[in-house]
């Protein structure tokens, strides 16, 4: 028995027919920019996250970065995130002119720690990225509130959240906008790079329509310097054929870590994921926690069980935000769950037998660890 991390090929095999009608269609017209797959897969997903607008973009960290532009990010100005994320998060807070100003995460949920919020903010705050990690929603409601205290902007950053829900409200949904990632591995995944920003913010909406096409509403009238982070007629296509079957894939999810659940609870020396009661999570990535991680991933390995690491090294501790000068011992809990994390295989597709499979080599590899 074996238990690959990811399985990106079996949705794809029984989407192919539908996705290259689409291509062929795509290919006889030559509408490969714009053109109406975009149109409708823009609709289509604002549908699903139940905002009024979304921008399909080049990528996750674009849409992100096009967000902080339109929102006239400045030096000088501080964005708070967490240091447990993937550097595109803090990549786009820098890369558009902001400076990142780090907060610690909860030990339960992983998401940023509410608690901790506003011993960060100072006069040169302008906004919270809260990140929806592994697919499980940050505690919105006490963002909401300090963000309205102190006139501060949300953004979300859910590229790792698709259709996940905070007391009945869709991510993306919330914040002043949000950024979704297609990149093949998330829970809507492209054929390729693809991103996207929804909002509810009809003037941010545009603003961001045109910075992702070089500052032009009309052809050859720029309104300022844009870029080109667009998202091709291609993966518009696909990513409609996909969004269908992502409410019955995220339900997959669900029960695959409902069944890891019911193996590893019995198993000694596991910490298992916590879903707060105001969450419906996506299991974008099943993480657990556990002593001696590296070793227990290298036997896994051996067994056939390949599995992931999200995040090794935190984001404060990076050689690249070294200019940072932020002391080892800066974010407690970040720092004590990263060498703990291990991610362990999750999609809709992993069977129940794998599952049962990945418990019993992590009961013998625990109980033989001592
Ligand atoms: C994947 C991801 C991104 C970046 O998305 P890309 O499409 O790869 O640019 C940003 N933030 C988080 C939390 C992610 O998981």
């Given at each position: 028995?074996?238990?690959?991390?990811?399985?990106?090929?079996?949705?794809?095999?029984?989407?192919?027919?539908?996705?290259?009608?689409?291509?062929?269609?795509?290919?006889?017209?030559?509408?490969?920019?714009?053109?109406?797959?975009?149109?409708?897969?823009?609709?289509?997903?604002?549908?699903?996250?139940?905002?009024?607008?979304?921008?399909?973009?080049?990528?996750?960290?674009?849409?992100?970065?096009?967000?902080?532009?339109?929102?006239?990010?400045?030096?000088?100005?501080?964005?708070?995130?967490?240091?447990?994320?993937?550097?595109?998060?803090?990549?786009?807070?820098?890369?558009?002119?902001?400076?990142?100003?780090?907060?610690?995460?909860?030990?339960?949920?992983?998401?940023?720690?509410?608690?901790?919020?506003?011993?960060?903010?100072?006069?040169?705050?302008?906004?919270?990225?809260?990140?929806?990690?592994?697919?499980?929603?940050?505690?919105?409601?006490?963002?909401?509130?300090?963000?309205?205290?102190?006139?501060?902007?949300?953004?979300?950053?859910?590229?790792?959240?698709?259709?996940?829900?905070?007391?009945?409200?869709?991510?993306?949904?919330?914040?002043?906008?949000?950024?979704?990632?297609?990149?093949?591995?998330?829970?809507?995944?492209?054929?390729?790079?693809?991103?996207?920003?929804?909002?509810?913010?009809?003037?941010?909406?545009?603003?961001?329509?045109?910075?992702?096409?070089?500052?032009?509403?009309?052809?050859?009238?720029?309104?300022y310097e844009g870029y080109n982070d667009r998202?091709?007629?291609?993966?518009?296509?696909?990513?409609?054929?996909?969004?269908?079957?992502?409410?019955?894939?995220?339900?997959?999810?669900?029960?695959?870590?409902?069944?890891?659940?019911?193996?590893?609870?019995?198993?000694?020396?596991?910490?298992?994921?916590?879903?707060?009661?105001?969450?419906?999570?996506?299991?974008?990535?099943?993480?657990?926690?556990?002593?001696?991680?590296?070793?227990?991933?290298?036997?896994?390995?051996?067994?056939?069980?390949?599995?992931?690491?999200?995040?090794?090294?935190?984001?404060?501790?990076?050689?690249?935000?070294?200019?940072?000068?932020?002391?080892?011992?800066?974010?407690?809990?970040?720092?004590?769950?990263?060498?703990?994390?291990?991610?362990?295989?999750?999609?809709?597709?992993?069977?129940?037998?794998?599952?049962?499979?990945?418990?019993?080599?992590?009961?013998?590899?625990?109980?033989?660890?001592?």
């Amino acid at each position: 028995m074996e238990a690959p991390f990811l399985d990106l090929k079996t949705p794809n095999r029984a989407l192919k027919a539908e996705i290259m009608a689409c291509w062929e269609e795509i290919l006889d017209t030559a509408h490969f920019v714009g053109g109406k797959y975009l149109d409708l897969f823009e609709q289509e997903f604002a549908k699903a996250c139940s905002v009024k607008e979304c921008i399909a973009v080049s990528s996750g960290t674009d849409a992100l970065k096009l967000i902080f532009k339109a929102l006239e990010l400045q030096s000088g100005h501080e964005v708070i995130t967490v240091p447990n994320t993937f550097i595109a998060t803090t990549e786009a807070i820098s890369q558009a002119g902001g400076t990142i100003k780090f907060v610690d995460i909860d030990p339960d949920t992983y998401t940023i720690d509410v608690s901790k919020i506003e011993a960060a903010i100072t006069s040169n705050t302008r906004g919270i990225v809260p990140v929806h990690l592994y697919g499980q929603m940050a505690d919105m409601d006490p963002i909401l509130d300090i963000a309205k205290r102190y006139d501060l902007w949300i953004v979300e950053d859910a590229c790792q959240a698709h259709l996940a829900e905070y007391k009945g409200r869709r991510a993306g949904s919330i914040g002043r906008a949000a950024a979704f990632s297609f990149y093949p591995g998330k829970n809507l995944g492209a054929c390729g790079e693809a991103g996207a920003i929804t909002t509810h913010d009809r003037e941010l909406a545009q603003k961001v329509r045109v910075l992702r096409d070089h500052g032009q509403a009309r052809k050859y009238h720029h309104e300022y310097e844009g870029y080109n982070d667009r998202c091709d007629a291609l993966q518009a296509a696909a990513l409609t054929v996909k969004l269908n079957h992502v409410p019955q894939w995220n339900e997959m999810r669900r029960k695959n870590a409902q069944l890891y659940v019911d193996h590893l609870q019995q198993v000694a020396g596991i910490t298992l994921p916590v879903i707060s009661k105001y969450c419906l999570p996506v299991f974008h990535l099943f993480v657990i926690q556990v002593d001696n991680r590296d070793r227990v991933m290298t036997e896994l390995d051996k067994r056939g069980v390949k599995t992931g690491l999200h995040y090794p090294i935190p984001l404060h501790l990076q050689k690249a935000y070294q200019h940072l000068k932020i002391p080892v011992g800066s974010f407690p809990v970040t720092e004590k769950c990263a060498p703990r994390l291990l991610s362990l295989p999750m999609y809709p597709e992993l069977t129940p037998a794998q599952i049962s499979y990945v418990s019993d080599c992590l009961q013998e590899i625990l109980g033989s660890s001592s």
